[in-house]
């Protein structure tokens, strides 16, 4: 199997990219990867005698959109850039996946533009994978889709169920509902309408209703569904306590303890490493036809070989067709909620 | 100065709300209370030597909307309810506050149903203070209007900044709006308009433009402006999340301590109390023409007697005479964004 991976995106790019890369194929020997992006800066970088080297091959391109870049505007002002070229290659069926740790935003707009949806899907979403206390459990849409209908949350609740039993290997997961109470009129229009679609479906008996900001890391649903706007601020809002527990945790517990302070620092240090959301790999966008993983800006080489290792694990499970096949299922003649 | 304090709201009701009571009026000798409930049942949990018993009053009512009551149910088929009855006093100028740990969907569709809103406010809004690395800022609305308009969310920021300058004593409070990024472009048609009003409106200078979930903790704006939905998912992740990190530091760090393992559970133990944003005291309904406080349902007395502490605080600054003049000057004829 052959994935793109945009080796231009993310705030330390090419090198750690690249690495990530080298420790991918190393590690799975069914895994060819596509580097795509600057090739005379790239080429240096792969060691030629790093395992695995021939299953590495390069797409040359000469731009970049930058991280903060405007998508719309960068992929329309570059049209050699590294995103565009790597949903090329996904368009064309050079690979079966693209993996990037590059602007977002124009990874989400490149692949609407293409509008390689698989069947049934209305709009793809982004799954992040957040730590609970009963385990992984999986948020879908965290940001490709602001405002979204209640047929695409309901899509986002299917796909987000395939994901956790396959990826996450949760036998049978529940479905929640973000929303800010759990009685069943709570919310929105759209939190309502969406708790309808769920209730009508071949799906209500694992759809566990209304859950709240608080139930996320309770664990009380494997899937959690919410729009995309509110999805990208829970998930940043994450990150946001975390870091601020960390560092309020620095200032006050660690000086407070006199022999044991650096065993102490220790344990938080690998807490960071472990929960950290922002390293917590990447998150496919799924209901595209083919495989998409965006990566944090900050991702290091470790996060790439994981993405990489998502996608090569999604590819094997043969997610896509697991969740046209569920999707027509619900849609079928007589299904309810078709 | 008068205030009602619903003594039926709250998880453990009566008992710790009657003694936040009796507590604030010990501390404050110009403030009176109202104990709005049953008063067989209230009257003898207040000492008859208690210091300043003399400015506690009863108001008798027989009924009371419980905690996972649906609210319009329980305005509607309970009349005599203690948070009805407290807002009916409000109406009728016998207090000049109400606070009430009970029911936040009842308080709140009491308060809109009376409709006793300041000039200028489309729709009251929940404020809640944050915790953050620079100290406290303010997050408004954290759930009273979920589907609000542009001209709501910029009246919040206006409200949030007269609040974050006179109670949380900021010199001169900065306004940031909720989005998933901080270009201008971001996010949903609600977004986009509130972030056009900001900017041609007075308070442009102030306005740090829009933030992140990330963003908070950091301390990035002084008022945080966002709709009721995602404010209110956003409080309760916060939550969520610190019980999750505090969770695991209990499991995983004090078990590799040996000599220090006490010392640092009593550190854990004074942040969770100091941190826990369930026990951050009440948060004002801003917007309505008299003071509202609603405290978290698990309120014991510390957090009542604080939230009549913040009442009383907010009647003495004058808030909402502030806001009243505030908000003329914005839609005074001729000035920007009238």
Redesign the interface.
Same mark, same amino acid.
């Given at each position: 199997m052959k994935i793109a991976l945009d080796a231009m995106g993310g705030d330390h790019a090419p090198e750690p990219i690249v690495a990530g890369a080298v420790k991918a194929v190393a590690a799975d020997p069914e895994l060819r990867v596509v580097l795509v992006g600057d090739q005379a800066r790239i080429e240096p970088l792969v060691p030629a005698d790093a395992p695995g080297r021939d299953r590495i091959e390069f797409f040359h391109c000469s731009q970049a959109i930058g991280m903060?870049e405007?998508p719309?505007v960068g992929l329309r002002k570059k049209p050699d850039n590294s995103i565009s070229r790597s949903w090329q290659l996904l368009a064309q069926q050079k690979v079966t996946g693209i993996v990037s740790a590059g602007n977002t935003?124009a990874m989400v707009a490149g692949g609407l533009f293409l509008r390689r949806f698989l069947k049934n899907v209305g709009r793809p979403g982004i799954a992040a994978v957040m730590?609970?206390?009963k385990g992984p459990s999986v948020m879908i849409d965290v940001?490709a889709n602001?405002?979204p209908k209640a047929e695409h949350l309901f899509q986002y609740g299917v796909m987000g169920a395939i994901f956790a039993k396959h990826i996450l290997k949760c036998e049978r997961p529940t479905i929640g509902l973000?929303?800010?109470?759990s009685?069943e009129?709570k919310?929105?229009?759209l939190?309502k309408e969406t708790h309808a679609l769920f209730h009508a479906s071949p799906f209500a008996e694992r759809f566990v209703g209304n859950i709240?900001? $608080?139930?996320?890391? $309770?664990g009380v649903a494997d899937v959690v569904v919410?729009d995309?706007?509110?999805g990208?601020?829970? &998930?940043?809002?994450?990150?946001?306590?975390?870091?601020?527990?960390m560092?309020? +945790?620095h200032k006050?517990?660690l000086p407070? +303890?006199?022999?044991?302070r650096d065993?102490?620092a220790q344990? &938080?240090q690998a807490?960071i490493g472990r929960?950290d959301y922002s390293a917590f790999g990447g998150a496919p966008l799924l209901g595209i036809d083919g495989i998409c993983i965006i990566c944090h800006g900050s991702s290091g080489e470790v996060a790439i070989k994981n993405a990489l290792a998502i996608a090569a694990q999604y590819v094997r499970a043969g997610l896509n067709d697991l969740i046209v096949k569920e999707l027509d299922a619900v849609h079928a003649p007589g299904a309810p909620g078709a």
């Open positions: 903060e405007s719309v935003g730590p609970t206390i940001g602001v405002s973000m929303n800010v109470g009685e009129a919310g929105t229009d939190a709240e900001g $608080r139930d996320i890391q $309770r919410c995309g706007f509110v990208n601020v829970m &998930l940043k809002t994450c990150e946001g306590v975390f870091e601020f527990v560092k309020v +945790l006050e517990l407070a +303890l006199d022999v044991e065993k102490a344990v &938080l807490l929960y």
